[in-house]
């Protein structure tokens, strides 16, 4: 199989009309293309079914409410058996997909391929990076989780679904129940994904509904801890 | 100092905290460490988190467990003494306690046992990735 038929790309949004242009072009920018680019709409009321409609093949569009269920209905379509998950509001930087999939091939015992995000600030956010000492965490590049910049192989995906009681907080979840069970997963010393942070973000709006997930997701890993120890 | 009138809040606004299924569960984003109380502690956390004094929450801890009050008070205290500690919480300033809050269901709680905090550290780059911003400035007016 072609390398690049190997893999699809997914990409949830949700009124996201003012960046998905640059986060799909990013994509068709890569140096190894993926064969479709799926954007899951999860009840978007803005225009940004319409923009991602303008753009045609490779680029498809699909409905499904709730973020966790819209990444779950995602893989159902994909095609390729490498999914590449890419936020509707960041950047992969061209060279995303081909050093991600080179791990691939390096380790074939790979289940997912992470990379590290570097966050960069929407104008309207200029401030915020202004007031944060150099040193703060968020000024340096983190590890992301696999639906911020992860390659993984759709059966793995599949075989751990993500928890949609876990609305926001399900890929930090997902990444947890997947180290429990034996998952391999690598995180590559690479900055491949560019994280914007805007005043829409879920770190900007919604403190409440951040905490009350973090908690629940907590308290899951806290059960299933305690449920396999002797 | 910790007395009987005191009451406690979690420091904000970088620490969450919720019971659920009688289980009080904390998480301090600035430190990355998450904690768990066992169902008494649960229960007392219910209490001192609605603004009841450690004397109120003694009290109603003692009556629900049939205890002695002297031995709750020395527990509650212990507790509060460890939250402080942690810096999960701090002193208040509400003179009264909340309304009395649904406390968890006592079906298939063992025996009374002094509550224990757990304290874990495994996911705090987790917890990195997407906190709410507890550092930053408020945005300006737009």
Known sequence: MARSSRISCLVPVYNGERYIAEALDSLLAQTLLP???????DGSTDGTAEIVRGYGPPVFCLHQENAAAARNRGLQEVQGDLVAYLDADDI???????????????RPEL???????????????????????????????LP???????????????????????????DQDWYVRATECGTVI???????????MHRNSLSHSGRDAVEQDMLLWVKKALDRRRSVEP | MLNGSTRLQVVGPHVAAKVMDGEAIFINLASGM??????????????????HSLEETSRLIAER???AEERAYEDVEALARKLLEEELVQPSSAESAAPQPELPSTDGAGPYTAPELSRYEDMAELFALDPPLPELPDAPAS
């Open chain 1, 144 to 170: 992301g989780t696999v639906t911020q910049a992860g390659l993984a192989r759709r059966g793995v995906l599949t075989s751990i679904p993500f928890d949609p009681e876990i609305p926001i907080c399900h």
């Open chain 1, 186 to 196: 690598e995180v590559l010393p690479e900055i491949l994904v560019k994280r914007r």
């Open chain 2, 65 to 67: 467990y049939g205890i």
């Open chain 2, 34 to 51: 998450y904690y768990s109380m066992d169902e008494v502690g649960g229960t007392m956390w219910v209490l001192l988190g609605s603004d």
């Open chain 1, 35 to 41: 064969r479709e680019i799926i954007v899951v709409d």
């Open chain 1, 92 to 106: 992969a930087v061209p060279e995303r997909i081909e050093r991600q999939m080179a791990r691939f091939e390096i």
């Open chain 1, 111 to 141: 289940d997912a391929s992470l990379a590290y995000v570097e966050n960069f600030w929407d104008d309207d956010l200029r401030h915020e990076m202004e007031g944060l000492d150099s040193d703060n965490p968020w000024r340096k590049p």
